[in-house]
C-alpha cells in the first residue's frame, strides 16, 4: 500500500471544476446585489454605492404595486405553506404509522405528482380547471393552487425526519395508557418538530418563489412579486427591480440557511 | 434502502393504521381536485372547438391535434402533409434539454465526486453550498444571468477590458444562452443524485483495481462510473425533464429564434395566439413525453433493485 503514488480518490482537475461550478451558481447573483447599490439610474455605468434605489422601491412611483405585491406574495406563501405542512404532516403518519394497505404507494405517487409534471402543465391544467367550473381567477385561485405544489416539498423533509424517529417512543407512551391520539400529539409531532419546521420554510419558499404557475391562475391587475418583477424585466432591467430582486434574494437564503441549521443542529443531538 | 428512503423503509409501523383512511383525505381531496382533475378537464379541452380570444366552444373537435400534426395548405382544404412547424418546436426543445443535461453532467459530476470525498464534516457545508442559488427565485437567477451575459453587461466588459476580447460576445438570444440558463436551474438535481451515489461508493473496488494496475483514469471509467451509473441516469433525468417544459430560461435568454414548447403552450393562454385546446393538446403532448420518460426510468430502476 505504501508503494502509492498518489490517492485513488483524488483525481486532477476536479477541484478545480467544482470550484467553477460555485463561481457559475454564485456570480450572476453577486453582480446583481453589487448593481443594485449602483448610484447610478443606468445599469451599464457605476457611480459609486448608493442605496437610492432602495429607497425607491419604497418611496418611489411604482412602490404602491410593489408593496400590494409583496404584501400578496407573503400572505399566500403563509396560508399555502401552513395548509400544505398540515396536510403533508398528517399524509406522511398514514404513509410511513399506517401499516401495510394497498392504497399506500398510490398515495406517495399522488403526493409526488406536482414534481413529476412538468410545471407549465400544472399551469395550464389548472387555469382550465378554474375556467371549467367558473371559478373567477383572483387571490383565491393562486393560494389554491400554491398549497397543491407545496405539498411534496413539506412532504419530503417531514417524511426524512419521520423514518429517524423509531416507533417505539410512541409504542412506549400507548403502554403507559396514552391514547393513540396522545402518542400522536404529545410524542410524535415533538420530536417531529425539526422536521415540521424544514418543512414548512422549504414550501414557504417555493410558493413564494413561483412564476409560471402564478402567472397563469392570477386574475388580471393581482400581482404577486415574481410576476411584478417579471412585467418590468419585460421593459427591460432596471436598477430598482434588482434591488427588490437583491431583498427577495435575501430572504430566500435567510430562510434556507435556517433549514439547515435546524437540521444540522439536529442531527448532531 | 434506495427506494425505501421514499415511501418507508426502516421504521415503519401500525401505530396509526386505524386512522390512516382520515389522515390521507386532506391529501387525497387537495390533489385530487387542484391536480387530477385538471389534467384530466385539460385532455377534455384538448379535443374541444377553440374560440377566438381565448376559450373554448363545447363541441367535439380533433382540430388541436390536426393542427399540431398536419399541415392542410394555405387554405385547409388541402389532405393532411406532416406539419412541421411545431414538432420542429419539439424537437429543438429536446435537443435544448439534452445539451444543457450533457452541460450539466460535465461540471456537475466532478463536482458531486469532489464533494463526496471531502472528509464527512465538510460535505453537508458543500451540499449547502450548491442548493442554495437553487432555492432563490428561478426568475430571479434567470433575469441575473441576463443582466451578467448581455453584450454590455460585466461580463463582456471584463473580457474585453482586459484584453481578450476587442469586441463583446453576443450571448443572449443564442442557444447557448438558453443552454446556460437552464443549467443554471436545475444544476443541483444532478450534483445530489450523483453525490449521494459516489458517498456509497466503496473505494476498495478502486484499491483492487489500482493494485492490479489500472490507470487512475481507467479505474474511473470501469470501475467507478458504472457502480455510480443510477445517480448518473436520475441526475439526468430530474435535469432533463423540467428543462423540456421551462418557460424562463427560453423567454428571457433565448429571444425570438429559440422558441421552446414552455413558450409555444404559454403563447396559446397569455399570449397573441389565443387558442386553447392548441395549448391542451400541446401540453398532453409534452406531458404524455414526460411521463413516459419517467416511466422507462422506474422500470429500470426497479430492475437494477431487484
Known sequence: MASKKYDLRVYPGFRGITLLCLVILYAPLIVVMVYSFNASPSITNWEGLSLRWYADVFTGPESAKFKSAARNSFVIALIAATVATTIATLSATAILRGGKFRLRMVSFGLISLPLMVPEIVTAVATLIFFNAIGFDRGLLTILLAHIAFCIPFAYLPISARMQGIESTYEQAAMDLYATRRQAFTRVLLPLMAPGIVSGFILAFIVSLDDFIITNFVKGAGVETLPTAIFGAVKQGIKPNIMAISTMLLGVSVVMVTLSWLISRKDRKT | ?306
Open chain 2, 1 to 306: 434502502m434506495a427506494g425505501g428512503a421514499a415511501t418507508g423503509g426502516s421504521s415503519t409501523s401500525d401505530t396509526y393504521a386505524e386512522a390512516r383512511t382520515w389522515l390521507l383525505l386532506p391529501a387525497w381531496v387537495t390533489l385530487g381536485i387542484l391536480v387530477l382533475a385538471p389534467v384530466a378537464i385539460m385532455l377534455v379541452y384538448s379535443f374541444l372547438t377553440k374560440e377566438f380570444r381565448g376559450g373554448v366552444i363545447w363541441e367535439f373537435s380533433l382540430g388541436a391535434y390536426d393542427q399540431f400534426f398536419c399541415s392542410r395548405g394555405l387554405f385547409g382544404d388541402e389532405p393532411c402533409s406532416i406539419e412541421w412547424t411545431y414538432i420542429q418546436i419539439f424537437w429543438r426543445s429536446i435537443w435544448q434539454a439534452g445539451a444543457a443535461t450533457l452541460l450539466s453532467l460535465v461540471i456537475g459530476f466532478p463536482t458531486a465526486y469532489f464533494i463526496a470525498t471531502r472528509p464527512p464534516r465538510q460535505r453537508t457545508l458543500w451540499v449547502f453550498l450548491v442548493t442554495i442559488p437553487y432555492w432563490v427565485n428561478l426568475l430571479i437567477r434567470t433575469v441575473s444571468m441576463k443582466f451578467l451575459l448581455r453584450d454590455e453587461g460585466p461580463l463582456n466588459d471584463f473580457l474585453t477590458g482586459i484584453g481578450l476580447l476587442n469586441e463583446p460576445l453576443a450571448i443572449v438570444n443564442t442557444n447557448f444562452a438558453v443552454q446556460l440558463g437552464l443549467f443554471y436551474s436545475y444544476l443541483p438535481f444532478m450534483v445530489l443524485p450523483i453525490y449521494a451515489a459516489v458517498e456509497r461508493y466503496n473505494f476498495a473496488l478502486s484499491e483492487a483495481a489500482s493494485d492490479l494496475y489500472a490507470p487512475r483514469w481507467t479505474v474511473l471509467r470501469r470501475i467507478l462510473l458504472p457502480s455510480v451509473k443510477p445517480g448518473i441516469v436520475a441526475g439526468c433525468i430530474l435535469v432533463f425533464v423540467p428543462s423540456l417544459g421551462s418557460f424562463l430560461a427560453p423567454d428571457l435568454l433565448g429571444g425570438a429564434r429559440n422558441f421552446m414548447i414552455g413558450s409555444l403552450i404559454e403563447e396559446q393562454f397569455k399570449g397573441n395566439a389565443g387558442n386553447w385546446p392548441f395549448g391542451a393538446a400541446a401540453s398532453m403532448i409534452l406531458l404524455t413525453m414526460v411521463l413516459i420518460i419517467l416511466l422507462i426510468f422506474a422500470r429500470q430502476q426497479a430492475k437494477a433493485e431487484s
